[in-house]
């Protein structure tokens, strides 16, 4: 005969059901803060319902699978719990109080007669995880983490290379998140916008961000691919607030006439990812004269960001994410040939436009620090995303056993544009949450007078907007704090 063991406690927390009952919710988030999990996963799409199911997997080596029996928003999760070992039935209920809210946590565990053998060392094990798991979930809601500093370990294993391309991999992602802090921002209120947003990391960006809570905008050169993406998102985050702009981002005319959409409509930009981009193997240029690499990689992302920066400044917290690559690492920037004139490689004018953009990263961080806007730019890894296989498929045949799901690839990205800890971080480039170096090498740093020259020449591409120039610091890096 089953024996049955109980759990029931409470905890404070100070902010409101409507903040908590998502982030609990969403089941599979107990991995951020259980202990003795080591990945949750939801079972389809869609906003959390009676039926919604998730795999919870253990530190100890077994599956848990949870089914919703009964919901009732910002109030009340019930779930019925199926393993190997034990059933259950467990409750969360969520009460607001003057500081917050209060969560009771109830479990009724039915255990299998031959641990019902133990019945107080079952007793202590439950109580013990139990109590564990919501002094976690105690630590994630307050969301009181500490902001991220530089690691110098992480700064010797890029400069050793071998060590910091296996953080490239789907290994060094796994091996990364083991140390995370848990994530329980909202989005809710925040728009978000996305370039390249209709396949691979972009898409994954926009779910999550949807999921979160935020009204997100994509934006497209296909209006089918749009549409298609648009209907993904909202299946996946059960968001209605999710729309598309169309424009080619390779494009001068159409990137102004977007930003001018934009600027029309007056609303605050919270978040803008400039994620659009592409891998051209052989030169190309566009209708407009401009090497491709070129125009889609630095100047669209330079001439986007330059526009819409007074409805970033409306947003007074708004947040830039840049989305880069570690082929930076291999490259100078050529302000003398800018469109890559001279001895053609798509790698290398991917790279060296990469460059360029986290240059005007740490510009726009010095810049715009004091104007409520964070700035920051992140490497995904090497991830198993369409554009890698049709424009690097000999790399992708190669790397193809250890490539990133777009979803890890997308991570970096999403923190960056919603956690707390990372509000007032400028500046910085980032791999798997951590703050990784903009050079590996002095042999890719640029000087005083190149970051001039660079600028000058991508002003002229911003027609009717006055020339404006950094205060540039007499070094070869642009000077940026945490």
């Given amino acids: 005969m089953n024996r049955q063991v109980m759990f029931d406690q409470k905890i404070e927390v100070t902010r409101s ?46 599956k848990l699978r949870y089914q919703v029996i009964a919901l009732e928003q910002s109030k009340r999760l019930k779930m019925r719990v199926t393993s190997k070992i034990f059933s259950a039935i467990e409750e969360i209920s969520v009460m607001p109080i003057p500081s917050g809210s209060q969560i009771r946590y109830i ?43 530089i690691d110098t370990s992480t700064v010797m294993a890029d400069r050793l290379v071998l060590p910091g391309l296996f953080r490239f991999t789907k290994f060094g992602y796994q091996r990364s998140r ?43 050169r296909n209006s089918e691919k749009a549409e298609a993406a648009v209907r993904a998102i909202q299946e996946y985050s059960g968001n209605p607030r999710v729309s598309f702009e169309i424009a080619d981002m390779s494009r001068l005319a159409d990137i102004r006439t977007l930003a001018g959409r934009l600027l029309e409509q007056e609303a605050a930009i919270d978040i803008l990812i400039n994620n659009a981009g592409a891998l051209f193997p052989t030169r190309t240029v566009t209708d407009e004269g401009l090497e491709k690499s070129f125009a889609l990689l630095l100047i669209s992302p330079y001439v986007l960001t330059e526009i819409l920066q007074p409805l970033l400044v409306k947003s007074k917290a708004a947040r830039v ?36 953009l986290m240059i005007m990263t740490e510009i726009w961080a010095s810049r715009w620090r004091n104007q409520g806007i964070s700035v920051n730019a992140m490497h995904p890894g090497w991830a198993n995303t369409a554009a890698v296989k049709s424009s690097m498929p000999g790399f992708y045949r190669l790397t193809r056993p250890i490539l990133r799901s777009p979803q ?57 907007r006055p020339k404006t120039r950094c205060d540039l610091p007499n070094t070869g890096e642009m000077a940026v704090s945490l």
């Fill in 17 to 62: 059901p409507e903040e908590v009952f998502p982030y609990l919710a969403e089941f599979q988030n107990i991995e951020q803060w259980d202990p003795s999990v080591v990945r949750g996963e939801k079972l389809g799409n869609g906003p959390v319902a009676v039926g919604t199911e998730f795999d919870i997997f253990l530190a100890i080596g077994f």
């Fill in 107 to 149: 479990a009724n565990f039915q255990v299998i007669p031959l641990l019902g053998l133990f019945p107080q060392w079952n007793d202590r094990l439950i109580q013990r995880a139990g109590s564990n798991a919501l002094s976690g979930l105690k630590r994630a809601l307050e969301d009181k983490l500490p902001k991220p500093e």
């Fill in 178 to 220: 083991k140390h995370w802090n848990p994530m329980s921002a909202r989005l809710h209120g925040k728009n978000a916008v996305i370039t390249g947003a209709t396949a691979g990391i972009g898409l994954e960006t926009a779910k999550q961000l949807a999921l979160l809570g935020a009204k997100v905008t994509i934006v497209a």
């Fill in 321 to 356: 994410v840049n989305v880069l690559s570690g082929g930076m690492y291999t490259q100078k920037i050529e302000v003398e040939d800018i469109q890559n004139q001279r001895d053609y490689s798509g790698t290398v004018a991917y790279a060296r436009a990469k460059r360029g």
């Fill in 408 to 464: 890890q690839g997308a991570d970096t990205v999403v923190w960056l544009a919603a956690a707390t800890e990372v509000a007032n971080v400028t500046g910085k480039f980032w791999l798997d949450r951590k703050i990784h170096p903009a050079h590996i090498s002095s042999a890719t740093m640029e000087t005083p007078i190149e970051r001039i020259a660079l600028l000058e020449q991508l002003e002229v591409f911003l027609v009717d």
